[in-house]
């Protein structure tokens, strides 16, 4: 390796573990919550804290720039989400290390071609698939516990409850995310956000067809009046349905995706396993035009027949 990239690896290292040890952790962010809660000598501060300030980056000229790019705002939704105590800037600077250091691995093993740039690609997607796979988790668990909270909206109104407490109710008894959520509704309630839209907020940050369902149904019968508890019970009988029928076709489709996830990862993980038994075994694939074009042409009927397995096992409920 030259003197430069050896520059290189120690300034992001240093600059990973400086970000590491300087973010406070997560017992400390809640104990801060709890302080700033109980101080509260104003009314002037009570009203400025209804305000929901997102922060991009505790770099403020990098925030106020991440504030009005439009790919920031949807990656913060996607953190948001998967619930993820991470900025953009922290999200893009993680990406940024795992890529620079999959890049100089990879041209180190692989110094011809673009393909040589492929692991920098690989390690520097690991945030974002980690981030889909906890947004993907958490929109399971809303879909899976949203019949529960419909019937207990329905109990709650059978008793003489209004929606907005019962609203409240759910947040209260359900867990995440439906019991943050709505809480999170109620609140915009609270503070005089209009019936209609606090709910139609909820269905941006989760668009789920399940919810989207029940919301779509409250807003309807709003304005076109009749019986919501006799209508929340059909819903959740509905809703019910089509859990018991996504979980279905997930058995039905789990050998079909492990042997997806098993084709894809077993010929990197046969190279990587040869070069670090056997250094170098592999060059010749990269050192003549025939082996190039024979790894070109794997790389796209892998991504084809990736396609075609997601094509397959996909079944829309």
């Known amino acids: 390796m030259s003197v430069i990239t050896i520059f290189v690896i120690l300034l992001v290292v240093a600059f990973a573990t400086a970000a590491y040890f300087i973010e406070p952790s997560e017992a400390e962010k809640r104990t801060r919550q709890r302080l700033a809660a109980l101080h509260r000598p104003t009314t002037e501060e009570i009203e400025e804290g209804i305000v929901r300030e997102v922060t991009f980056s505790r770099i403020s000229f990098i925030n106020r ?6 790919v920031a705002m949807h990656l913060h ?5 998967a619930n993820l105590q991470w900025t953009v800037s922290r999200f893009v600077f993680y990406s940024a290390d795992l890529m620079i250091a999959g ?10 071609g673009i393909v040589g740039w492929f692991p920098g690609l690989l390690l520097g997607s690991v945030p974002l698939a980690w981030v889909l796979y906890k947004r993907s988790a958490r929109m399971n668990r809303l879909i899976m516990t949203l019949p529960d909270a419909v019937d207990l909206v329905s109990r709650a109104l059978r008793t003489g409850y209004a929606l907005p407490s019962a609203l409240v109710m759910v947040a209260d008894e359900m867990s995440d995310p439906l019991g943050p959520e709505f809480r999170r509704t109620a609140d915009e309630l609270n503070y005089g956000l209009p019936f209609r839209e606090a709910l139609l907020n909820m269905v941006r940050r989760f668009p789920v067809s399940d919810l989207n369902i029940l919301i779509t149904a409250i807003l309807v019968q709003k304005e076109t009046g009749g019986n919501l508890i006799e209508l929340l019970d059909k819903i959740a009988a509905v809703l019910r349905a089509r859990v018991h029928l996504q979980q279905k076709v997930k058995v039905h489709t789990a050998q079909g995706r492990l042997t997806a996830g098993i084709l894809v990862a077993l010929p990197f993980a046969l190279f990587v396993l040869l070069n670090l038994i056997k250094p170098g075994y592999t060059d010749p694939l990269f050192e003549s035009d025939f082996g190039r074009k024979i790894v070109y042409a794997a790389l796209a009927a892998m991504v084809l027949g990736i396609l075609m397995i997601r094509r397959i096992i996909k079944i829309e409920v």
């Open 77 to 81: 939704l996607m953190l948001e989400q």
């Open 65 to 70: 720039y991440l504030q009005h790019n439009k």
């Open 103 to 112: 890049a100089i691995v990879g041209r180190w093993w692989i110094p011809l």
